[in-house]
């Protein structure tokens, strides 16, 4: 199944959750910005986690993905996304980005209610199963 992450989440500067009721509200802290007008770490994640485990959905467009935060976090738990963007500037940005560093500050119980059970692949590759396997 094919999921858009519009209209998914609503997001809060104001409002916090504590980590353990993440997965109930609707309106939920945005966390860490890549961009002032852009889309928080943790709301991406969230609505990312939310279309894989509830919607089952295994691709994820965002038809307005300016520096590629929610592509980021789909891909950072193993959903393909696809991203448009007229922006030249922001497609150049978003080829860069990398949340790793963000997504393993997290708190581990955050991070459990997300599904990790491993560490999260890193921007060099150093955990990845392709790795494990190579060196086999």
């Not at 393909?80 to 119980?109: D, F, H, T, W, Y």
Request: net charge neutral; with cysteine; aromatic share 6%.
């Amino acid at each position: 199944p094919i999921s858009t992450i519009n209209n998914c989440i609503d997001i809060s500067n104001d409002i916090i959750y504590p980590s353990h009721k993440f997965a109930t509200p609707d309106v939920f802290y945005r966390g860490d910005m890549l961009w002032s007008k852009g889309i928080g770490i943790n709301s991406a994640l969230m609505g990312a986690a939310f279309l894989k485990e509830i919607a089952h959905s295994d691709i994820i467009i965002d038809p307005f993905c300016g520096r590629g935060t929610v592509l980021a976090a789909a891909n950072a738990l193993d959903i393909s996304a696809i991203g448009v963007e007229l922006s030249k500037k922001r497609c150049r940005l978003a080829q860069g980005v990398n949340i790793c560093n963000k997504i393993n500050s997290m708190p581990a119980s955050l991070k459990r209610s997300l599904g990790y059970t491993t560490p999260i692949i890193d921007h060099n590759f150093k955990n990845t199963k392709i790795n494990e396997e190579l060196n086999e």
